[in-house]
């Protein structure tokens, strides 16, 4: 477990092998998965057991990469997944929340400091394509950042998304009416009931600029977010409010978003926000979250 403190922070990072960040989903590096603001506000959980597939381990601040090169091999030739590893195709496709036997993992190398690890996640070419990965992340007051890199050491061009996962959840509250996401950067939203992703009402309504869930429910609701009214801004911001409790976290994603997806289950919050990552081979790109917690107890 690596700890990084400020005098209002303390975020715990998973170190990549050591549960739960033993997963075959999820970027090993900068697994974040506990976060607590001036020693009593707790805003990580882990994912839900209710949903329709097994669950994947996740747990707190923690990303993933989407690239199925699966298609492209027969069954028992390898495949990569991005900060994970090489995985072995079975009889189908990959799947999400298969755990894979005999995984070649991604050596990944860190370095910590009091408020400050840095991860560097090895590339192991497999089919011409080789990704290679830095991540900072480091604390400052309330504030969590998380600075990533990819560089296309392969032979191919390389094209995934990326996004945190964000399984939050302020103090334990179930979810309920008190939750609310807000989203200052879109347009109005209105005050109607939502249609998830399968076409049906869903728990969110609309807000004004966010959604509120509608009533108590341990049952999923997942929506896609309508971002064509957004504007050209620094950063994409999302804060997530617990009006009971008084406390928030808000998100802010230093990309122009290729999506955003909200749902909810159980006791978790979910924003996820996506950066489309596209590189030629020798091309490197940078990208930045930040995430800072509060609360109205002391103001």
Same mark, same amino acid.
């Given at each position: 477990m690596i700890l990084l403190s400020t005098p209002r922070l303390r975020v715990e990072? $998973?170190?990549?092998? !050591?549960?739960?960040?033993d997963t075959c989903r999820?970027?090993?590096?900068?697994?974040?998965? #506990?976060?607590?603001?001036?020693?009593? /506000?707790? &805003?990580c959980s882990s994912e839900p057991r209710n949903l329709w597939h097994p669950c994947t381990g996740g747990r707190g601040l923690c990303c993933e990469f989407l690239a199925d090169y699966s298609r492209e091999v027969l069954p028992g030739a390898y495949f990569p997944k991005f900060g994970v590893g090489l995985f072995p195709r079975g009889d189908e496709p990959h799947i999400f929340y298969r755990r894979?036997?005999?995984? !070649?993992? &991604? @050596? /990944?190398? /860190?370095t910590a400091s009091e408020n400050q690890v840095f991860f560097e996640t090895e590339a192991i070419p497999c089919r011409g394509i080789a990704l290679k990965l830095k991540k900072t992340v480091s604390v400052h007051d309330n504030v969590l950042t998380m600075e990533t890199e990819a560089c296309n050491s392969g032979e191919r061009p390389v094209s995934t998304r990326e996004y945190c996962h964000n399984f939050l959840c302020i103090n334990g509250?179930?979810?309920? @009416?008190?939750?609310?996401?807000?989203? @200052? #950067?879109?347009g109005d939203f209105g005050t109607d009931t939502q249609i998830d992703i399968y076409g049906n009402p869903c728990n969110w309504c609309g807000d004004g600029h966010g959604f509120t869930l509608s009533r108590s429910s341990a049952e999923v609701a997942y929506i896609h977010v309508d971002l064509s009214s957004l504007h050209e801004t620094e950063y994409f911001t999302w804060i997530i409010r617990h009006?009971?409790?008084?406390a928030w /976290?808000?998100?802010?994603?230093?990309?122009?978003p290729d999506g955003m997806d909200i749902w909810a289950a159980d006791h978790i919050v979910s924003p996820e926000v996506f950066y489309l990552l596209a590189l030629e081979p020798g091309?490197?790109?940078?990208?930045?979250? $930040?995430? $800072? &917690?509060? $609360?109205?107890?002391y103001l």
């Open positions: 990072i $998973t170190e990549p092998g !050591q549960r739960p960040n999820f970027d090993r590096a900068g697994y974040i998965s #506990d976060v607590t603001l001036d020693g009593m /506000v707790h &805003f894979y036997e005999n995984m !070649q993992e &991604f @050596p /990944v190398r /860190v509250m179930s979810l309920g @009416p008190d939750y609310s996401i807000e989203l @200052p #950067d879109l009006k009971g409790d008084g /976290v808000e998100g802010h994603d230093y990309f122009r091309e490197s790109k940078y990208w930045k979250r $930040t995430w $800072t &917690f509060e $609360t109205d107890k």
